[in-house]
């Protein structure tokens, strides 16, 4: 029997219409949006409505990603979506939910909680099952509503966060050219209080308390993530590359988390990327965490500059700790 790759097939995203600005922020907290600018790289980002949840936004890209792929639903048999901002904490997951609003009926769906690195766990999970041959086409889906756990007075969380939503289809390919050509996903726990949302959870059930102290919003220290983080993309890629003997003027498509543009200019110079190479859209979506990823993907596939067989390295860092490197060629058509 012929070896079975994975093979990434097609992109789409989905950014809610509203726009928070940096003028609409210093109107909210004490800032600036010359300080925002100066050390975020960040312009705006987009929020959902009141009434817009995140399988709302997860389907949306999800029926793109399908609609992309020219894959028909009724094949495609697993579901996995990345989100720490699910439509409900405990159950039903939101790939369920997901499933049920684009009709796919009598597949495996789950939800997986990696923070930013989650577009790339889930594409690790899909090749996992891919070459295994359990599955033949996974849709993955990262989709945050990360306005729902953001405390807009706090300013060194609240002018990061954005929401949205993007999505893969990942398929079966015997053609090795096609797949996913090496994926590295790690974590270390020892760092958990850089990145928490201390409620709702066993550690904290709701409770007045929780209400009052706000504990169901973001906790971040900002500039040790921030360290740690340009620290961590850097080795994470270096050594990707590395193994897989490729330079990093081979990559034509860098695509790092979109959570700081300073963090990205440090990891982008260290591996001697022109910046033509490194994919930017933090400046218009901020830190949308686990769909980040995919959202750049999608801005760059509309766009038409992701071509057919093009190569991408994927890189992020988050909550958790955790973080993942993915190198990997566009498998679906161009646009
Ligand atoms: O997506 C997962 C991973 N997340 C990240 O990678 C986020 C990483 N962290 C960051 O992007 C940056 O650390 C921040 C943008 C959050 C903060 O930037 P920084 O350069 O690390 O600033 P800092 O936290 O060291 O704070 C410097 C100063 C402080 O004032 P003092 O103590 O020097 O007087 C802060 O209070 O900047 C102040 N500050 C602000 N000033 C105006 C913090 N936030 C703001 C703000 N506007 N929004």
Same mark, same amino acid.
């Given at each position: 029997?012929?070896?079975?790759?994975?093979?990434?097939?097609?992109?789409?995203?989905?950014?809610?219409?509203?726009?928070?600005?940096?003028?609409?922020?210093?109107?909210?907290?004490?800032?600036?949006?010359?300080?925002?600018?100066?050390?975020?790289?960040?312009?705006?980002?987009?929020?959902?409505?009141?009434?817009?949840?995140?399988?709302?936004?997860?389907?949306?890209?999800? &029926?793109? @990603?399908?609609?992309? %792929? $020219?894959?028909? #639903?009724? =094949?495609?048999?697993?579901?996995?979506?990345?989100?720490?901002?699910?439509?409900?904490?405990?159950?039903?997951?939101?790939?369920?939910?997901?499933?049920?609003?684009?009709?796919?009926?009598?597949?495996?769906?789950?939800?997986?909680?990696?923070?930013?690195?989650?577009?790339?766990?889930?594409?690790?999970?899909?090749?996992?099952?891919?070459?295994?041959?359990?599955?033949?086409?996974?849709?993955?889906?990262?989709?945050?509503?990360?306005?729902?756990?953001?405390?807009?007075?706090?300013?060194?969380?609240?002018?990061?966060?954005?929401?949205? &939503?993007? @999505?893969?289809?990942? %398929? $079966?390919?015997? #053609?090795? =050219?096609?797949?996913?050509?090496?994926?590295?996903?790690?974590?270390?726990?020892?760092?958990?209080?850089?990145?928490?949302?201390?409620?709702?959870?066993?550690?904290?059930?709701?409770?007045?308390?929780?209400?009052?102290?706000?504990?169901?919003?973001?906790?971040?220290?900002?500039?040790?993530?921030?360290?740690?983080?340009?620290?961590?993309?850097?080795?994470?890629?270096?050594?990707?590359?590395?193994?897989?003997?490729?330079?990093?003027?081979?990559?034509?498509?860098?695509?790092?988390?979109?959570?700081?543009?300073?963090?990205?200019?440090?990891?982008?110079?260290?591996?001697?990327?022109?910046?033509?190479?490194?994919?930017?859209?933090?400046?218009?979506?901020?830190?949308?965490?686990?769909?980040?990823?995919?959202?750049?993907?999608?801005?760059?596939?509309?766009?038409?500059?992701?071509?057919?067989?093009?190569?991408?390295?994927?890189?992020?860092?988050?909550?958790?700790?955790?973080?993942?490197?993915?190198?990997?060629?566009?498998?679906?058509?161009?646009?």
């Amino acid at each position: 029997m012929s070896q079975i790759y994975a093979s990434f097939r097609s992109i789409g995203a989905y950014v809610p219409e509203k726009i928070l600005s940096n003028a609409d922020l210093e109107k909210m907290v004490d800032t600036t949006d010359e300080w925002i600018l100066k050390r975020t790289g960040i312009k705006e980002r987009h929020i959902a409505a009141d009434d817009e949840v995140t399988s709302d936004m997860g389907a949306k890209a999800a &029926a793109l @990603a399908i609609e992309r %792929s $020219a894959i028909p #639903k009724e =094949e495609i048999d697993l579901v996995i979506c990345a989100t720490v901002t699910p439509d409900y904490f405990n159950m039903p997951s939101t790939a369920c939910i997901i499933s049920d609003k684009l009709g796919i009926n009598n597949v495996q769906a789950f939800d997986i909680s990696a923070a930013c690195s989650g577009f790339v766990y889930v594409l690790s999970i899909a090749k996992a099952f891919i070459e295994s041959g359990m599955k033949k086409n996974v849709l993955i889906i990262g989709a945050e509503k990360f306005s729902s756990i953001v405390d807009y007075t706090d300013r060194g969380t609240c002018i990061l966060f954005g929401d949205g &939503a993007g @999505a893969a289809m990942i %398929s $079966a390919t015997t #053609k090795k =050219e096609e797949g996913i050509i090496d994926l590295h996903a790690s974590a270390d726990g020892a760092y958990a209080d850089f990145l928490v949302t201390p409620a709702p959870g066993t550690v904290h059930p709701v409770s007045q308390q929780v209400l009052d102290e706000g504990l169901n919003f973001v906790q971040m220290k900002g500039n040790e993530t921030f360290k740690l983080a340009v620290k961590t993309l850097t080795k994470d890629v270096k050594e990707i590359l590395a193994k897989n003997e490729i330079p990093s003027e081979d990559i034509p498509h860098f695509i790092p988390h979109q959570a700081n543009y300073r963090i990205i200019k440090a990891v982008g110079d260290a591996l001697k990327m022109k910046e033509e190479q490194v994919v930017l859209t933090v400046g218009k979506y901020g830190n949308t965490s686990a769909a980040s990823i995919p959202m750049a993907i999608n801005d760059i596939w509309e766009s038409g500059r992701l071509k057919t067989g093009e190569l991408m390295l994927l890189d992020t860092f988050g909550g958790g700790l955790t973080w993942a490197s993915a190198l990997l060629p566009f498998a679906g058509k161009s646009k």
